[in-house]
């Protein structure tokens, strides 16, 4: 099986602009959750998605946003870019619902969002 | 609240050296699940091992070996004669029974072993 894709894995912007990350799962997993990891803050928790509905939320402004499809690809799109949103943010597509917390969670290598 | 620390920041080792990974928790459930992860410079984090709340089993797999006692919140990791290979930034997380695929990190520790 292929495994967890995200494009681009290099991105540059400068602040106020918007940009829309994407992140295509594992075949069969319906689960996608996103992460921001920065040297400071370290790895944290965006949000979850499964079967298209946003199924759990992390600390992050409204900025941070995004959506699953019907294929379970998900986007993730941060508006009004600032300094500080400059990390490397990861995906992670996990098998399924139900007992979802005691499986592993796969992680795609991650795009590098760097904002001037 | 739950909560991860991995109190040492850096470790540096020279190769063929056992060297042990530190990871205390916090939660106030009863039921969660603990994960080991390493993410290599390339960036991407590679899951290498899981234990859930009742299960306090010790693990050896290869050179890797994890001490869970639930006594001390702790869930240790060690890697023995250790390699240049093993040189990344190692992770430990902590999910909650009743939460879904969110994970909550520790601040991990970065291993370098020197040849």
């Known amino acids: 099986k292929a495994g967890v894709t995200q494009t681009p894995r290099y991105l540059i912007k400068t602040r106020g602009q918007q940009v829309t990350l994407s992140c295509s799962p594992i075949s069969g997993h319906r689960s996608v959750s996103w992460y921001q990891q920065t040297p400071g803050q370290g790895l944290q928790f965006l949000f979850e998605?499964?079967?298209?509905?946003?199924?759990n939320k992390g600390n992050f402004p409204g900025r941070f946003s995004g959506r699953q499809f019907s294929n379970s690809r998900s986007e993730m799109n941060v508006s009004t870019l600032e300094l500080g949103d400059s990390a490397l943010y990861l995906c992670?597509?996990?098998?399924?619902?139900?007992?979802?917390?005691?499986?592993?969670?796969?992680f795609g290598p991650g795009t590098r969002l760097t904002v001037l | 609240a739950q909560k991860v620390t991995q109190a040492q920041t850096e470790i540096s080792v020279v190769e063929k050296e056992d060297v042990t990974l530190d990871c205390v928790y916090e939660t106030r459930d009863t039921t969660y699940y603990l994960f080991w992860y390493k993410q290599p410079p390339s960036g991407e984090l590679v899951f290498l091992i899981r234990r859930n709340s009742f299960d306090e089993q010790n693990e050896i797999s290869g050179r890797y070996s994890w001490n869970f006692q639930k006594s001390t919140s702790s869930f240790n990791f060690t890697i023995t004669a250790s390699q240049v290979v093993d040189s990344a930034v190692y992770f430990c997380a902590l999910n909650q029974g009743g939460s879904q695929g969110n994970l909550i990190f520790g601040k991990g520790t970065k291993l370098s072993v020197k040849p």
């Open positions: 998605y499964f079967s298209e509905t946003q199924r």
């Open positions: 992670a597509s996990q098998d399924s619902g139900v007992g979802a917390a005691r499986r592993e969670q796969f």
